[in-house]
């Protein structure tokens, strides 16, 4: 070896030195393993399992005009991108919001004939099934939707029109669930960005009712309106199996989660619950961008991290111009300011799947939100520090790179081997073997908006591997 393939191998040691390697950014493969039989929710009913008791983790994104706006390659493209970063879930709108009813999709059909629910449209449901089986094929579950809200309540917002009442509602339930209920790749999502109670209660009451009379198959959860939670009207309704809640697009602030997440959480009896409508990535803060600005890849994070570690068993992203599908010749919905192809590569949506494998590299099945990991001090809202923990380990976020005192004694070792997870690259930095008694203090390696960062502690005798790689 000559002394430059000397040189240049030092320096890349140098360069290497203290950081173990990043995992790589794409799924390889299937996204999950449809194999493992059916969603149910899990024994301590705090997360979803497949049938054999693999753990599921659910990783959505909202494609809410997936069915009516996209052709068939544009969906293949989409599908494929999600895939190799690993969404588990599209959530999608059989009758979409944008007019759906009366525009037609992207094959030149409509859903209904006469906009009557009972005279469903052979040729458009026939579009729908093609695209549950393509998401199928790459281990994709559809959250499907069976109406948008407007459908039941035009009043709020939306063209609707209102063609939804308590029977038909119920015989519409039912034929949807009987075309849907032997497909392995369905979540229902009764709801559609509204309320659940007054005069709308009776409706998704009568759709969920309608689709469980005859699908015995899929899990069923409800999408509320902004800064709502599905557990306000259906919590103890039979066919709920677990709660949604929407934190919105108005909010950067950790209040929205101890106000919704945290107090589903605690709910009896004990359901699973997570935050199925975030911040969207590219969408204008509270639709104020003049003043507030536009929710970036550092508000996903923050969303997704808060949400995950106070209680949810799963999140959903979001990116304004690709739940619309926009494009340059629709027009812009709630400002959205571009092509729903060009921003499927936005950092915040490159950011989940390392969230993913980090949860997904510790015992899944055991983590709970636990706050009393951190010695109580004074967080601004839009800083907190939130603390999670299960079997042998524990994760504490710092979304701004404030400093946390950590009582160590919580995570119940007599050692633990600590690290610094870069939840933007998927890397993680040894910080080294401690103690697992009393309190220390930890700083982040930077500070500011943007420089977020996860201290793992785990217990050394259970020779983890590094956060993020395969469990």
């Known amino acids: 070896m000559n002394m430059k393939r000397v040189i240049l191998c030092l320096l890349c040691l ?9 995992q790589e950014k794409q799924w390889d493969g299937v996204s999950a393993n449809l194999s493992h039989g059916k969603l149910k929710v899990s024994g301590n009913k705090r997360f979803l399992v497949f049938e054999d008791n693999t753990p599921f983790y659910y990783l959505g994104d909202t494609g809410w005009e997936l069915f009516h706006r996209l052709n068939k390659d544009e969906t293949e493209k989409y599908l494929e991108n999600r895939r190799a970063k690993g969404f588990t879930v599209i959530q999608a709108v059989a009758l979409a919001e944008l007019d759906g009813l009366n525009i037609a999709n992207a094959e030149g059909n409509k859903p209904l004939i006469g906009n009557d629910p009972l005279k469903p449209n052979e040729e458009y449901f026939k579009h729908v099934d093609w695209v549950i089986k393509k998401a199928a094929e790459k281990g994709i579950f559809i959250g499907l939707l069976p109406t948008w809200g407007d459908k039941v309540d035009p009043a709020s917002w939306g063209k609707g029109p209102k063609i939804f009442n308590k029977d038909n509602g119920y015989k519409y339930g039912q034929w949807i669930g009987s075309r849907y209920k032997d497909y392995n790749n369905i979540i229902w999502i009764n709801g559609g960005d509204r309320l659940g109670g007054g005069d709308n209660f009776e409706v998704w009451n009568a759709i969920a009712e309608g689709i469980k009379s005859v699908d015995h198959n899929h899990l069923m959860t409800f999408h509320p309106g902004g800064e709502r939670s599905s557990s ?7 066919w709920l199996d677990f709660n949604m809640c929407q934190t919105g697009h108005g909010q950067r602030s950790y209040a929205i989660y101890k106000r919704i997440i945290v107090n589903d959480y605690n709910l009896s009896p004990v359901t699973p619950c997570f935050d199925g409508e975030p ?3 590219d969408h204008p803060v509270n639709w104020n961008p003049n003043i507030l600005g536009w929710f970036d890849d550092a508000d996903v994070r923050q969303a997704m991290y808060w949400n995950l570690f106070s209680g949810g068993f799963g999140h959903t992203y979001g990116c304004h111009p690709v739940w619309q599908m926009k494009t340059q010749e629709r027009e812009s919905i709630g400002l959205a300011r571009n092509n729903w192809y060009d921003v499927l590569d936005l950092p915040g949506a490159g950011d989940l799947i390392h969230a993913r494998r980090l949860i997904e590299s510790r015992p899944f099945l055991s983590r ?5 990991l ?24 710092f979304p701004t790179g404030w400093s946390a005192d950590i009582q160590l004694d919580k995570v119940g070792a007599k050692e633990l081997k600590a690290y610094w997870f870069d939840p933007r690259k998927g890397e993680a930095k040894l910080i080294g073997n401690i103690i697992g008694t009393g309190t220390k203090k930890f700083t982040p390696p930077s500070t500011g908006r943007g420089n977020d960062w996860i201290l793992v502690l785990d217990d050394s005798s259970k020779n983890f591997g590094i956060p993020g790689a395969a469990y």
């Open 14 to 22: 140098v360069m290497s030195f203290g950081t173990l390697p990043a």
């Open 374 to 397: 951190i010695v109580p001090a004074y967080f601004p809202e839009t800083d907190y520090v939130v603390a999670t923990r299960g079997d042998g380990y524990a994760f504490v976020y």
């Open 232 to 238: 306000e009207w259906f919590h103890n309704s039979s």
């Open 368 to 372: 709970i939100p636990d706050q009393s």
């Open 279 to 281: 911040r969207y990535e």
